[in-house]
């Protein structure tokens, strides 16, 4: 979570430094170009452009698992941030964020100087979703003749246009019809057609009467690559893309060793001579520009997030990690439970916390906020995380990332689903010991990968299809999934009966304590698709209901999705044995549930209640003190229950600590 204390915008204009020229923008869009076709193609146009500019073949648009898909791509390319924080994470634009992350052209007019501008768009969200009604001037396009191009020469005698946007799909269409290839003609000539439709634009800029007297930046880059008939996942075929830039204020030398999407907005802004506001939050830097016309670009500090908790299950510590703070003088406050515990030098990335465990038992919760402060403006911006420990007796711990997991096969490239390469290990039905699958009530059809409840490499499974599914950032590794939205992609596997898959942990053995399972769940939710999680005795009657998900009001998701949760359950019965049961059941093209993380625990006493009678008291601290004078065997208490401080052994550590723990409560 992002918090600014100050909406003060600071701005400064810089004089031209070239008298009597204005500065004017031409930024294209080509969806769906990969460098190396661009480089292979005949592109006289766009060769003029680079002779007089530069041309970087190796950017990425994607460094974070934002899907290769136009949806990210261009919320990315004109907002100047990824999508963790526009909020687009494929075409249907849920979750959007536009209004904290504006189009770079609402930037421009923040600066307190009017610009004209107008885009030429002919992928329509571009218009409706991402610019909305910001722009001042907008055509929209739907036919692949060039007629977006002569919508742009046209309007390029308009006197005072300062901003024209232009945005070619030829590219893109051409790829998902014959391939994204530097191999395949069909993709090279849509690429030779667009150079032509540039060459338009630039003929009819250079005809400008006052073209003597302005200074064009040409910006020309890509949404995403693409390789074989799609993109979508994370190869560096579908993350690479090109930035050329052209004009009279281009230079090499500021050019980064590594070039991102993100950093063309950033460009603009220092192009039209508008500082950096750190509370834009931008995740590029200016490139490009000659360094003697242009000062330094200020550096923002790295807000600290996402803020990352790891537990130490040997000493029981939280290990707190965050994004480096590029800028000086700032400092960081750590918050535990509300309650201040560290203040931390701006410079540092990480915090070993070691918190009190006494007195608690199930699992102990801990909720911690970072914040970033300025020592010298009052700029703050800060992160939080919830971190848990299990403090119970572990029964099972499984996160699946010990199968041996397979390349793809209706995935694969050339087949039904026709996106995976070959190299890509990362998925198997083959659960771990112990586990079990029962597809006997589903259909033996549909892509192979996902028939019935399987294990895939998170990469592997976002590389299928997005769909939201990399929002599953809780995930480790491999997950268990069961995707009938993926399985009926492959022969129209539903027309033939409903996806109906259990995933069944192994037999559990009880002691008469209560039971706590938890796990990290991922669900999206379309009917007639449900869920469920129950308890089930060695027979397999059913002894309890703990989560029922479907496209009913009154079930546990309300009706709606539920993404990215830890989820928790206290499981109480007289039976010494039970397993637990993942459902997915009554589907058909629908959406998708994926687990991981699964703990199950036998809860044990509070730590610290050594005499079991549910108090922390004078009591216990003396069983604990007979435990080290050796009266009391340690072997007859739980030893995450003598053992306080979780250093392997119960000593005079433990005691001092039970001691100043009773002294304070």
Not at 223 to 246: A, F, K, L, V
Not at 390 to 416: H, K, Q, S
């Amino acid at each position: 979570m992002i918090k600014m204390r100050t909406l003060f915008l600071t701005t400064l204009i810089f004089v031209s430094l070239l008298n009597g020229q204005n500065k004017k923008l031409l930024f294209i869009g080509i969806d769906g170009c990969r460098p190396d076709a661009l480089t292979q193609a005949q592109t006289p146009n766009i060769d003029g452009l680079i002779n007089d500019g530069i041309y970087i073949n190796n950017a990425l648009c994607s460094i974070n698992g934002q899907p290769t898909v136009s949806g990210p791509g261009w919320s990315t390319m004109i907002t100047g941030v990824w999508y963790d924080k526009h909020g687009v994470s494929d075409n249907s634009f849920s979750g959007s964020n536009f209004d904290e992350y504006p189009p770079f052209n609402v930037l421009l007019e923040e600066s307190g100087q009017e610009y004209h501008t107008a885009s030429f768009i002919m992928w329509t969200p571009i218009h409706t979703q991402i610019f909305g009604s910001t722009m001042d001037y907008n055509e929209l396009h739907s036919t692949y003749d060039g007629s977006v191009a002569q919508g742009a020469a046209d309007y390029m005698s308009t006197p005072n246009v300062d901003v024209i946007f232009l945005d070619f799909d030829d590219v893109d269409i051409a790829g998902h019809s014959y391939g994204f290839s530097p191999e395949v003609d069909q993709y090279i000539d849509a690429i030779e057609n667009v150079d032509g439709y540039i060459g338009w634009v630039i003929d009819s800029m250079e005809n400008r009467p006052t073209f003597q007297n302005e200074d064009w930046l040409i910006m020309i880059t890509s949404d995403h690559g693409g390789i074989g008939y799609g993109h979508g996942g994370q190869t560096i075929e579908e993350r690479q893309i090109p930035i050329i830039m052209s004009g009279t204020l281009v230079s090499e030398e500021t050019i980064p060793e590594q070039s991102y999407l993100t950093n063309l907005v950033s460009t603009v802004l220092n192009y039209f001579g508008i500082e950096n506001n750190c509370e834009w939050q931008l995740d590029g830097i200016s490139m490009g520009l000659t360094p003697t016309e242009f000062p330094p670009y200020d550096i923002c500090p790295n807000c600290p997030g996402p803020l990352v908790a790891e537990v130490d299950l040997s000493t029981m510590d939280i290990i707190l990690s965050w994004d480096q703070n590029l800028a000086s003088d700032h400092t960081y406050s750590l918050y535990r439970n509300d309650e201040l515990i560290a203040e931390i030098d701006g410079i540092e990335t990480n915090y070993v916390d070691a918190p009190s465990l006494i007195g608690l038992n199930g699992i102990a919760i801990f909720y911690y906020r970072i914040v970033l402060e300025s020592n010298s403006t009052d700029f703050t911006c800060e992160a939080e995380i919830v971190a848990r420990i299990p403090l119970g007796i572990t029964i099972l711990d499984e996160n699946f990332n010990n199968l041996e997991l397979f390349p793809a096969e209706d995935e694969a490239y050339g087949a039904c689903g026709n996106s995976i390469g070959p190299d890509v290990l990362g998925w198997t039905h083959e659960p771990p010991e112990n586990w079990m699958i029962d597809n006997s009530n589903m259909p033996e059809v549909g892509t192979i990968e996902w028939r019935g409840w399987s294990f895939a490499s998170m990469d592997f499974w976002v590389d299928a299809e997005d769909q939201l599914r990399s929002q599953f950032i809780r995930a480790d590794g491999t997950v268990a999934v069961a995707d009938p939205d993926e399985w009926d992609d492959c022969g129209n596997a539903a027309s033939f009966g409903s996806y109906n898959s259990i995933l069944t942990s192994p037999l559990i053995q009880l002691t008469g304590q209560p039971i706590h399972i938890s796990f990290d769940s991922h669900y999206r939710q379309e009917a007639p698709q449900q869920v469920s999680l129950t308890v089930t005795n060695s027979s397999g009657e059913i002894i309890e209901m703990l989560l029922h998900y479907s496209s009913d009001p009154g079930s546990d998701n309300d009706s709606g999705d539920v993404l990215n949760q830890w989820l928790s359950f206290i499981v109480e019965t007289d039976e010494d044995e039970i397993y637990f049961q993942w459902e997915m059941y009554d589907a058909g093209n629908n959406w998708y549930w994926a687990i991981d993380n699964v703990t199950i625990q036998s809860q044990t006493p509070p730590i610290g209640d050594l005499n079991y009678d549910g108090n922390l008291n004078i009591f216990d601290l003396l069983t604990l003190a007979e435990i080290l004078v050796g009266a009391i065997s340690p072997d007859t208490v739980l030893n995450h229950v003598s053992d306080i401080n979780q250093d392997g052994e119960t000593n005079f550590s433990d005691l001092i600590l039970f001691l100043i723990y009773i002294m304070n409560h």
